[in-house]
C-alpha cells in the first residue's frame, strides 16, 4: 500500500483539485491521510480511502506530517500537496521509482519507503 499525506492549510477550492486527482489514480492500493492544519475550520467528507483528521492545536507542518507518518498503514510514503492536481498514473511511477531505494525524488515532490533507517 502507498499512504499520501496532505496536509490542509485552508485552501478549499485546491484541496477539492487536489483530492479529485487522488480519487483518480488507477493504483489501486492506496489511502489518504489528511490532515486538515486549520483550527478554526473543520473539513467533512467521506471519499474511498480518504481519512480526514481535524487539528485542534496548533502545530508546525513537519509535526503534522510525522503524526500522519505514525497513522500510515502503507510501506511506501508520500507527500500529496494540497495545490497540485497528480495524473492518474503518478502513484504506479511512485512505486515503480522506489523499487528497493529509501527515497526518490520526482522534481519537488519527495517519496520513501516507511520504517527505512
Not at 486527482?21 to 475550520?41: G, T
Request: aromatic share 10%.
Amino acid at each position: 500500500m502507498i499512504s499520501c499525506i496532505l496536509i490542509a492549510s485552508g485552501r478549499l477550492h485546491q484541496l477539492q483539485e487536489s483530492i479529485a486527482s487522488f480519487l483518480a489514480q488507477d493504483y489501486p492500493d492506496r489511502e489518504m491521510l489528511l490532515i486538515n492544519a486549520v483550527q478554526r475550520q473543520t473539513i467533512v467528507g467521506e471519499w474511498p480511502g480518504i481519512t480526514i483528521y481535524n487539528v485542534k492545536e496548533q502545530a508546525l507542518p513537519m509535526k503534522l506530517k510525522t503524526y500522519a507518518m505514525g497513522l500510515a498503514k502503507g510501506s511506501i510514503l508520500t507527500v500529496w500537496d494540497e495545490s497540485a492536481v497528480y495524473l492518474p498514473g503518478f502513484l504506479g511511477q511512485v512505486v515503480d521509482a522506489i523499487n528497493g531505494k529509501e527515497w526518490v525524488m520526482f522534481e519537488h515532490e519527495f517519496c520513501f519507503q516507511a520504517n527505512q533507517r
